[in-house]
């Protein structure tokens, strides 16, 4: 995930709300300039996957929540 407009902490829970999708809670697992990786609470299916990687290459936004 790139996180250009927020910042975040490793360790730190988030909650990404993709265009169509659910909510998809997780935590901060690593951090590398403006990207950080996310473990999610419960396993994605590989379509859901697939549609965030179609959202990461058009340049659309996520709305996040962090604690």
Known sequence: MRTERVL????????IRPDGL???GGVVRWI???????????AIYPTVVDHLVQMH?????LAMVRD
């Open 32 to 42: 590398k300039r403006d990207f950080a990786g996310i473990e999610f609470d419960r």
């Open 57 to 61: 290459r058009t340049g659309a936004e």
């Open 8 to 15: 975040f902490r490793v360790g730190a829970h988030v909650v």
């Open 22 to 24: 659910e909510a998809l």
